[in-house]
């Protein structure tokens, strides 16, 4: 009862009941889960600072930065949306990134509508072309945005109009995977979803059935049912998927269904930690964590 009297003003009212039984359920052994693995979305802000920056002012808090969004494809066409960061500097950035200890993934899609895969051909042409112009790829007339540097994974962001058609990301899965076969010491492509919190999001549900997906980032935001349902649609993903490491997505904002206040994050964390496949946190996204630290308060609950 005393967590519901501090709570405060700027959290959710649906979100006191799933913090009300936190404060019961979490106890000594739910830091047993801890990972200390914060991710954060960058690329949809030009005020956020360049990636460098991100790499550089948060190689104690970020492990791993989302490079946000490829946002055309599918049809033949590719456009890599960074809102407005200069693309040339990119490379390097990435490059530091990675010296710092930090993995970079790509995420294709976002919240527009240009992009789909209607068949399965489309889905061969879209794992070539990511392959060689973001990946280790080196087939020759294909332009690389980002130079001779090279992305850690592909993150599946499928969200727009025509993603909420369960197409052909399976195969777009199986085909990026198979690059793999080529290498046994490392594994150059590495992939990850972000799907909404309802289990199970239809527009992803057939590419994490191929088992492929080693990291899934729920996002527990933008929909009051996630934040109000959040432990039981946590339990879901989870037990659904217990080959993959489970990401709790929360916003950097206080202007997002969904945020948790920094006071609270412990209790929400807390309860998260249990499940053997809990992998860390995701912050949307980096223009707003900048400007709200929320990231410095998660690192030490994550």
Request: hydrophobic residues 40%; charged residues 20%; glycine residues 10%.
């Amino acid at each position: 009862m005393a967590l519901a009297r501090r709570r405060p003003a700027t959290l959710p009212v649906f979100l006191s009941a799933f913090l009300y039984a936190a404060a019961f359920l979490a106890g000594p052994a739910a830091a047993m889960g801890k990972t200390g693995n914060v991710f954060v979305f960058w690329g949809r802000n030009k005020d956020e600072g360049s990636l460098r920056e991100t790499c550089d002012t948060g190689r104690y808090t970020y492990t791993t930065v989302i490079v946000s969004f490829l946002d055309v494809f599918g049809h033949g066409r590719y456009h890599l949306d960074l809102s407005g960061h200069d693309v040339s500097a990119v490379g390097a950035d990435i490059k530091q990134c990675q010296s710092n200890g930090m993995s970079i993934f790509l995420s294709i899609g976002g919240f527009g509508g240009q992009y789909s895969l209607p068949r399965r051909r489309s889905a061969a042409d879209v794992a070539d072309y990511l392959w060689n112009a973001y990946m280790l790829g080196t087939r020759a007339g294909v332009h690389r945005p980002f130079g001779d540097a090279y992305v850690d994974g592909i993150n599946f962001f499928i969200d727009g109009a025509a993603g909420a058609r369960p197409e052909n990301y399976d195969e777009l899965a199986r085909r990026l995977w198979d690059y793999n076969k080529g290498y046994r010491a490392r594994t150059p492509v590495q992939l990850s979803a972000t799907p909404r919190c309802g289990y199970s999001d239809r527009r992803v549900e057939r590419a994490l059935a191929t088992g492929l997906f080693n990291r899934i980032f729920v996002r527990f935001y933008d929909e009051p049912h996630c934040a109000a349902h959040l432990e039981q649609e946590w339990d879901r993903w989870t037990a659904a998927q217990p080959h993959a490491q489970i990401y709790l997505g929360l916003p950097a904002s206080e202007r997002k269904v969904g945020y948790v206040h920094p006071k609270n994050l412990h209790a929400v964390i807390s309860v998260v930690q249990k499940a053997a496949n809990y992998g860390g946190v995701v912050i949307w996204e980096r223009y707003e964590d900048k400007r709200t630290g929320y990231s410095t308060y998660a690192i030490q609950w994550a």
